[in-house]
């Protein structure tokens, strides 16, 4: 017994190590991916050997129960092979509320939460921020053109900090209407964007700026009333909205996980 208990304290240091080190690893891999629960370096996880895999899955979904539900190994061999699924996109539904996605290299483990359930909220110059998603969303309006170097100029020191790309979009003020709608995009939904020629499936701008993949569902996108692509997080703003060094009047949307 003294021996199982030894090998056994051993085996829960390794898994702590490989759990320490799949939760740094990940940062790597998607500069969007905060979730509420964890996300963990596939790469990092699937060369673990299959007792210190198992530790790990399990310290994790352990930690994201909610009250009164249980994890089966039944469960544990299901994540094991999410991991080892080699595609992107691929996910399970557990026991406690709990979601587990394969997204690119990383492993997301997540709470269902609120902020996930769809939505749709209105964003004028009057209230000037909302919720959406996971993000704050805020709307500057009616900005002298003499700041567009300012805002560009903040724009990219924000990009620098935090290494995500249209964190903020700067916009014709005098092209905008008096009122936007925040909400998911819906299938079929396109935009010709800045910095792209022809107009592209929102799906696929998702896809190719490097949107993760358990959370475009319920990702917020800015849209008219009449369902005109405006900006999103992530997302270049659409070319008929887009301010130029000849716009006279400004607007700025910025996204933020305040």
């Known amino acids: 017994m003294e021996l199982i208990a030894t090998d056994n304290e051993a085996l829960e240091q390794l898994a702590g190590q490989a759990l320490d080190l799949a939760g740094r690893v990940s940062g790597q891999h998607s500069i969007w991916?905060?979730?509420?629960?964890?996300?963990?370096s596939i790469d990092v996880l699937v060369h673990q050997p299959r007792a210190i895999l198992n530790r790990v899955i399990v310290r994790v979904l352990r930690?994201?129960?909610?009250p009164g539900s249980e994890i089966t190994s039944t469960h544990v061999t299901a994540v094991q092979d999410l991991i080892r699924a080699g595609r992107s996109g691929k996910h399970l539904d557990l026991p406690g509320n709990i979601s587990v996605w394969r997204d690119g290299h990383?492993?997301?483990?997540?709470?269902?939460?609120?902020?996930?359930q769809p939505f749709e909220v209105e964003l004028t110059g009057g209230?000037?921020?909302?919720?959406?998603?996971?993000?704050?969303?805020?709307?500057?309006?009616?900005?002298?053109?003499?700041?567009?170097?300012?805002?560009?100029?903040?724009?990219?020191?924000?990009?620098?900090?935090?290494g995500r790309d249209w964190g903020m979009a700067v916009l014709d003020d005098?092209?905008?209407?008096?009122?936007?709608?925040?909400?998911?995009?819906?299938?079929?939904?396109?935009a010709q964007v800045v910095g792209q020629e022809g107009v592209n499936k929102l799906k696929n701008l998702m896809i190719n700026h490097k949107i993760p993949v358990s959370q475009r569902a319920v990702w917020p996108?800015?849209?008219?009333?009449?369902?005109?692509?405006?900006?999103?997080?992530?997302?270049?703003?659409?070319?008929?909205?887009?301010?130029?060094?000849?716009?006279?009047?400004?607007?700025?949307?910025?996204?933020?996980?305040?």
Do not use: H
């Open 106 to 116: 990383s492993l997301v483990v997540d709470r269902q939460a609120c902020d996930r």
């Open 33 to 40: 991916l905060q979730e509420t629960g964890r996300v963990l």
């Open 221 to 258: 996108l800015a849209f008219t009333r009449d369902g005109r692509y405006v900006w999103s997080p992530g997302l270049p703003p659409s070319i008929e909205f887009a301010a130029s060094r000849e716009t006279r009047s400004l607007a700025s949307l910025t996204a933020s996980d305040e």
């Open 63 to 66: 930690d994201s129960l909610a």
């Open 174 to 190: 005098s092209l905008l209407p008096d009122s936007l709608v925040i909400r998911p995009r819906r299938p079929g939904e396109r």
């Open 127 to 162: 209230t000037r921020a909302v919720r959406a998603g996971r993000f704050r969303i805020t709307l500057e309006r009616n900005l002298p053109p003499a700041l567009y170097e300012a805002i560009m100029a903040r724009a990219k020191s924000e990009r620098a900090r935090t």
